[in-house]
């Protein structure tokens, strides 16, 4: 058994995105701070309705995945295809733009907390140009396993174990064999579980300060994992919450330009032509 330390930290800076909506971006805050497939992180949290509720009107994606989960508030989703679904306190949307999708993300509230994350998964070349997909996620089917010392961790995507527990998430069968956790653990808690040695892998503190090994991980950080095969954090004197991300690399070329992300500079060129000609969608 390999225990997993920590490798570099990365502190979020902060930013804005969409019509002006402030967040906190860690990975992904330039291009060269990215964790194969993962390619960016937001945290977004506010009790200012000024701080988001512009939201994020119309824009397109190409080529990877959108995950958005939400702990406190409401988001409409909706694209040109007339899709529309609301994400609520506790939810989680599964978007896998493929050949492309123009939506937007617009808050559903005048005044309140709206606290949530988005990641960006990258795809592998083969998928980049399949159709467009949702999985959206209600808070009651995300499965949550209660923890001996009064912890608590939400699956939403992969398969863990943990003391003869099996938890299976809705989104599985992905070819980057993602894992998504939300983790909560009480003053004093240790959380382990086993992740495959074949993934990245991740850790985001988003309450308290984490220790990963002999390392403390600050509130807003990404802590990035080196190899091995299990993962152990602890809760010091205060209760955290953190994510635990993990994936299969792809190790393939990445070339971004904004919303877009492709393989090769020449495919970055079709993305945006596509878009100004109205065929990002419908172009096979």
Same mark, same amino acid.
Do not use: C
């Given at each position: 058994m390999a225990i997993r330390?920590?490798?570099?930290?990365?502190?979020?800076?902060?930013?804005?995105?969409? *019509?002006?909506? /402030?967040?906190?971006?860690?990975?992904?805050?330039?291009?060269?701070?990215?964790?194969? %497939?993962? +390619?960016? &992180?937001?945290e977004f949290s506010s009790m200012n309705a000024d701080d988001y509720i512009a939201g994020?009107?119309?824009?397109?994606?190409?080529?990877?995945?959108?995950?958005?989960?939400?702990?406190?508030g409401n988001m409409l989703h909706q694209d040109h295809l007339g899709n529309k679904g609301l994400l609520t306190s506790g939810a989680a949307q599964w978007m896998t733009a493929g050949r492309g999708?123009?939506?937007?993300?617009?808050?559903?509230?005048?005044?309140?907390?709206?606290r949530g994350f988005q990641l960006w998964i990258n795809l592998p *070349?083969?998928? /980049?140009?399949?159709?467009?997909?949702?999985?959206?996620?209600?808070?009651?089917?995300i %499965?949550? +396993?209660? &923890?001996?010392?009064?912890?608590?961790?939400?699956?939403?995507?992969?398969?863990?174990?943990?003391?003869n527990h099996t938890v299976v998430a809705p989104i599985q069968g992905l070819s980057t064999e993602p894992l998504f956790l939300d983790v909560q653990l009480?003053?004093?808690?240790?959380?382990?579980?086993?992740?495959?040695?074949?993934?990245?892998?991740f850790i985001y503190a988003y309450e308290g300060s984490v220790k990963i090994g002999e390392d403390s991980l600050a509130t807003h950080t990404v802590g990035i994992l080196c190899e091995g095969d299990m993962i152990e954090i602890y809760a010091d004197k205060t209760d955290v919450a953190f994510l635990v991300l993990a994936a299969? %690399?792809?190790?393939?070329?990445?070339?971004?330009?904004?919303?877009?992300?492709?393989?090769?500079?020449?495919?970055?060129?079709?993305?945006?032509?596509?878009?100004?000609?109205?065929?990002?969608?419908s172009k096979p």
């Open positions: 330390v920590l490798k570099q930290v990365v502190t979020s800076i902060a930013t804005s995105d969409g *019509a002006g909506v /402030k967040l906190l971006r860690s990975l992904g805050k330039s291009q060269e701070i990215r964790l194969d %497939p993962f +390619l960016m &992180l937001d994020f009107p119309d824009h397109p994606h190409r080529g990877f995945e959108t995950v958005t989960y939400m702990l406190d999708i123009i939506h937007s993300e617009m808050p559903q509230q005048e005044s309140g907390r709206l *070349a083969k998928e /980049k140009m399949k159709p467009a997909t949702y999985q959206d996620i209600p808070p009651e089917q %499965p949550t +396993l209660n &923890l001996a010392n009064g912890g608590r961790v939400k699956v939403i995507a992969g398969t863990i174990q943990i003391d009480r003053a004093g808690e240790r959380f382990a579980l086993p992740i495959p040695e074949s993934h990245n892998a299969r %690399p792809l190790n393939e070329p990445i070339v971004q330009y904004g919303p877009f992300v492709m393989n090769t500079r020449e495919e970055i060129e079709q993305a945006i032509a596509d878009y100004r000609n109205g065929e990002l969608v």
